[in-house]
C-alpha cells in the first residue's frame, strides 16, 4: 500500500550532471550564474552529496519498507561511538556509481578526489571501538542483515589534535557540522523523551528532569547489493525551548538555560579512550541513547505485534558495545515492566534472551563503575531494578556457592587470585592495609561478594559502586571478546568467576575491517593489481579468495607490479605530509608507521626509545658503516586523552626528537621521524596503503585486538609486533616466520610483574644511551622528561615500568634489526608483503558479523531484490 514509487534517480553521466547542477541551485540555493564554474570546492561537493543522496534514500526507503513488510529479527548495535569517517568516496563506490559520477563531475570542472577532500570527517569516536562499529554496520548492509546501528549525533566529536612549535598536544573542538550534513536525514517526527532524577514511589519513577531525543538517520550503503541499512542517531533536545516569561522579564539568560541543559547531553564526544571518566554526564548520554534507542525499538515491535511481549526476542537483539550502554539491561526490564506491565520473572526471562554484550578491553579503569550515589541519584528507579537483580543473581549462586564451601573446608585453602591490574599506588596501599585490619567473614557471604554487581572498592570504603560489565555479563544471552587471545584471557582474569559458573554464555569473535574502505577504496591501484592477477573483484566481498595472490609470491615479474604500487602509495604519503606539514619526506626508505591511540600499554616510548639508539648510531657511525645503513623514516599518529599527562609527555618526546634528528646535517635521509598531527580515518586511508612496515607492540595481554594490525596486513605491509591481541590470528593466517615477533608472551607478562622485576638489573646498554640522551638533553627539556625517564628505569618500585618497556627493550631490538636486514633484499621483502595480503582474508567484518549473526544475533539476510 502507499503510493507507488515510480521515480527513481537516474544513473548515466548526463542525468547525474543535470542533477547534480539541480542541486546545486534547488539544494544548496547557489546562484545560477555562478554555476557550475564559480562556485567553490565546498559548495560543488554539496552539490554533488545531495544528488548522491537521492540514490541513497531510493534505495534505503525500499529497503527499509521491505524489511518492514517481512518482519525478520532485526539486529540493533548500541555504541556510543561511531567513527565513520567521510561518506562520499564510500557511497558513490558501495552504490557502484563512481563511474558516471567522477565523469559528470568531470564535465562541471570538478574532480572527484579534490571534491572527497573538501569533506569533513564524521569522528563520532576514539579509534578503535567506534571505527570497529562503522566497519560493522556497512558489513551488515553488505550481508543484506537486517540491522541498525544505534548512538548519538553529537554536536562536536573527536578533538582536533594540532602539534605547537615545542611539541606539546593541543586540543581543538571538531565543529563537523560547520558545513552542514548532507547524508542524514532530519526526523523531527521521531522522538521520545527522557527523564533523569526525581524519585521513585511504590515502583514508579517521576522524573524531575526531562529531554526530548529526536532521531537523524544517516542511509548505509552495501556493496553489490540493494540493500542500504540505517545508522539512527539521537540529538537532545529540551522539553520547552524558550522560556518567554523568563525572557519578558528580561532574564535572558534564564529563558535558554533550559534548552542548554538539553542540548549539553548530545554536545560533546568523551574524547577519552581508557581511562574511566566518572562524570555524570557521561551517564547521562549513556542512558539518553539507550533509552530513546530501545523505547524506538518496542514502538515498532508493538506496532506489529501488540501484547505478545515473548515474541521479543525473536524480533530484535540488541549487541551492547562495551560497557558504555549497559544500562540498556535496567531499562529494558524498566520498560517492560512499569511501561508494559510484565512481571518480572517475564521481563527477566525477555531481557537476557534480547541482550548480548561484548567486552573490548581488560584494562581496569576501562571498565565503567557507576558510584550508587550517582546512579541512585540519575537514575532512581534503575538501581532499584540493579539492586534486585544483584539480589536475585546471588541468591541463585548460593546452593553452588555452598557447596563448594564445604568442598573447600575439607581440601587445600584456595590460591590467591592473579590481579588484573596492580591500581595505583595510593589505591594498592589502601587495599593492602584493609586486607589486614579485615575481619573474619561469613564464608558463604564472603565467596558470593566475588558476584556482585553492586560492590565496594576495596581502596574506598564504604563507597559502593555498580559494576556495568558484570550487570552485562549477567543481563546478557552471550558475552564476547574481539580476538582468540582476548576472550580466553577475559575468561581467566576480569571474568573468571562468571565464567565458572555459566561458561556456555562465553564467546570470540575475533575483529575485522571492512574491506571496502580499507582496501578496495583506499588503495585502488593495489586493488585494481589484485583483481587483474586474480582474474575478478570477487575478494571485494569474498577476501578469503585473496589467498589466490600466494600462487605469484614468488614470481618475479609480479613482484616488480607490487613493489610499483607500493612506491606510488608512499609518493603520495609523502605529497600528504609535505601538504600538511612542510616536510619533504625522501620515497626511498623504509616506510614504517606506527598509528594509534597514545598509550603507554601500546609502548610508542618503546619505539621512539629504539629510534633515539637509531639516531646514536648514525651519529658515530665511520662513513663505510652509514653506507650499510637502512634508511628509514619513521611516522607516528595519534591523539593523547588530555588529562593523560604520561601520553601527552610521550607525545611531545616523539615531536621533539623528530625536530632535532631532522634538522641534523649527520643524518640525511638514512632517518626521518615524524608526527603527524590530527590522525584521523581520512588519514589512515593515506597512511596505510602507504606503510612497509608498521608496529603493533603492545605489552602482551593488553590489546584486546587491534584493528589497524588487520588493515596493514591487507594493505601488504609488514607487522613487527607482540603476541598480543589479534597479531596472533594474523601470525597464524600469514605465517609467523613473516612476522617480526618479539618479546614476552602473556603468560610471561604477570610472572615478571610479581617478581621478576624486582631482582631485574639486564637494562640493555643501548636502552641506557637511549635514556641518557633524553636526561642529558639531547632533545631539550630535561625537567619535563625526568619522570618519562624514570618511569622505565627505576625498578624498585613496584608499579614503575608496568608495560615491560626496558625487559622487552633487547628482544625489540632484534627485531628490528631483522627488519633492516630483509629490507636490503627487496625480492623477499615484496614476497612477504603480498603474503600479508593474501593471509588478511580471514580480518574482513563480513566474516565476523556472519559470525555475531549465526552464533549470536540469529538473525538472518533479508534481501529485496
Ligand atoms: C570508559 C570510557 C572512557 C571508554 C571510552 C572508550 C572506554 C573505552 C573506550 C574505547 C576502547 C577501545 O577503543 N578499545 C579498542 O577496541 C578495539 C575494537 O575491539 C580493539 O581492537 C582494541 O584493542 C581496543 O583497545
Redesign the pocket.
Known sequence: NGVPIDWKPKSDPASIQADVLQNLEFTIGAPSSKIPNEVDVKTAYRGVAASLREHLIDAFNRTQDYWSKEDPKFVYYLS??FLMGRSLLNTVQNLELTGPYSEAIKKLGYDLETLVDAEQNAAL????????AACFIDSMATLDLPGWGYGIRYKYGMFKQAIDAKGYQQELPDIWLSNGNPWEIARPEITYKIGFYGTVDNFKWSPAEQVIAKAYDNPIPGYKTNTVGNLRLWEALPLNEFDLDAFNKGEYDKAVEERRKAEDISAVL?P??????GKQL?LKQQYFFVSASIQDVLARFKEKHAGNWSLLPEKAIFQMN???PTIAVAELMRLLIDQEGLDWDTAWGITIKTLAF?N??V?P????KWPVAVLGKLLPRHLEIIDKIDTIWKDSLKEKILAQVEQEKNSAPPKAEPAAKAPAKDDKKAAEEEEEEEEEEDPVEAALSKYGIITEIPWQKDVKVINMAYLAVVGSKAVNG??AI?SEIIKDTIFKDFYEVMPEKFQNKT?GVTPRRWLAWCNPALAELITQTLGTDAWINETTLLAGLRQHADDKAFQAKWRAVKHAAKEKLSHKIKALMGIDLPTDPLYDVQIK?IHEYKRQYLNILSLIYRYHQIKTATPEEKAKMVPRVSIFGGKA?SAYYAAKKIVRLINRVGTVVNSDPDVGDLLKIVFVPDYNVDLAEVLIPGAELSQHI?TAGT?????SNMKFAMNGCLIIGTMD??NIEIAQETGKENMFVFGMDAEDVPVWREGKRKEWKDYDPRFVKALDMIKSGTFGEVDYFKDLVESVSVMNDHNNDWFLVAPDFTDYMRAQDEVDKLYADQDEWTRRSILYTAGSGFFSSDRTIDQYAKEIWDVVPCKRH
Open positions: 556510543a561511538e569516536g576514539n579509534g578503535g571501538l567506534g571505527r570497529l568523551y577519552n579512550d581508557a581511562t574511566e571518566y557521561r562495551d560497557t558504555h561484548t573490548h578491553t584494562m579503569e576501562a571498565l565503567e574481539v580476538a582476548h575483529n591511540r586523552a603492545s590489546e584486546a585486538s587491534g584493528t591481541g589479534a
